[in-house]
């Protein structure tokens, strides 16, 4: 359970198991859409990238770079050889958006612990914001622990599809053209769903 900040009650236990289980249930439009795009990313880097190991090299990037937009144009600037620095302001033109998202969240996550904090942040992507936002928890303590096992389950989702297609690219004839419209296609339909919520909401 999340650490106790001054000001907060703690959560009972069988409450805590809701919270966790509305967060699973939450996140399954996005358990959907995060396997078969991290699928894609895993399949993409093993074709293109080719390196030894690719399922193992996959795992840590997963891991580090939960981000789809990047996890796709990273591949081409491996391949391509750019340098560190490039790849490093290519990573910020890309998810500059999220500090966006973070600054919105301030006053929700204010006087969570270090690593909590770090978690949060680090693994911050669109779908996931969006499940952040629209948590109604009004708790403080509640939110945060809804957030993090969000968190948690979006970014295994992420890192076991991302895993499983390198496994599939580094053993299978599989095709790499095109595999970047799964990127999109994902963006669409939790836009369309989220445009559908707002319409019954205000209808």
Known sequence: MPNVSPGFSPIARRE?????????I???PVLMGYTTMGFAAGVLFAVQVGAPCAPVWEFFLAALVISGTMSFSVVPAIVSGMSLWGVALLTLGI????????????????????????????????EIYALDVGCKLKDPLKHRYYCLWNHAFNALYWVAGSVAGAVAGSELPIPSKGIEFTMVALFLVIFTDQMKGFVKRHD
């Open 26 to 28: 939450c996140s399954l």
């Open 16 to 24: 805590r198991r809701a919270i966790a289980r509305r967060a699973f």
């Open 95 to 126: 998810n500059f958006r999220y500090a966006f998202y973070g600054f919105s969240l301030l006053k929700r996550w204010r006087g969570i612990p270090v690593l909590q904090k770090w978690f949060l942040v680090h693994s911050l992507a669109d």
